[in-house]
């Protein structure tokens, strides 16, 4: 299984980045699928998760009403639109795709990770 991230970068405070995880060596469809992000000097943490068939999704706190979580199972891709961004949300930000259909098991044992993309919001 591979996960490619891509999209992210350098935006001011309020501003927006959609990021790309694209999919591949296993049926897409079947898995759930998250983001997390990872600041300097702190843990990786839980940003956003999709279950398979998109219908269950969940969200740290700290991004609710600001960032969407998406997937096409067609594309074998998963999004995370990123709105009202702000310098704390400075971070690498890397794809997860779990051993389940459903989003419990996000981040969790046996799941798949990306490289992960920097997004770097500046003040």
């Known amino acids: 299984v591979q996960l490619a991230e891509s999209g992210g970068g350098l935006v001011q405070a309020g501003g927006s980045l959609r990021l790309s995880c694209a999919a591949s060596?296993?049926?897409?469809?079947?898995?759930?699928m998250g983001w997390f992000r990872q600041a300097p000097g702190k843990e990786r943490e839980f940003v956003a998760a999709i279950g398979w068939s998109g219908v269950t999704i969940s969200y740290a706190d700290s991004v609710k009403g600001r960032f969407t979580i998406s997937r096409d199972n067609a594309k074998n891709m998963v999004y995370l639109q990123m709105n009202n961004l702000k310098p704390e949300d400075t971070a690498v930000y890397y794809c997860?795709?779990?051993?389940?259909?459903?989003?419990?098991?996000?981040?969790?044992?046996?799941?798949?990770w990306g490289q992960g993309t920097q997004v770097t919001v500046s003040s």
């Open positions: 060596g296993r049926t897409f469809s079947n898995y759930a």
């Open positions: 997860a795709s779990a051993f389940s259909r459903y989003t419990d098991y996000v981040g969790g044992a046996n799941n798949y």
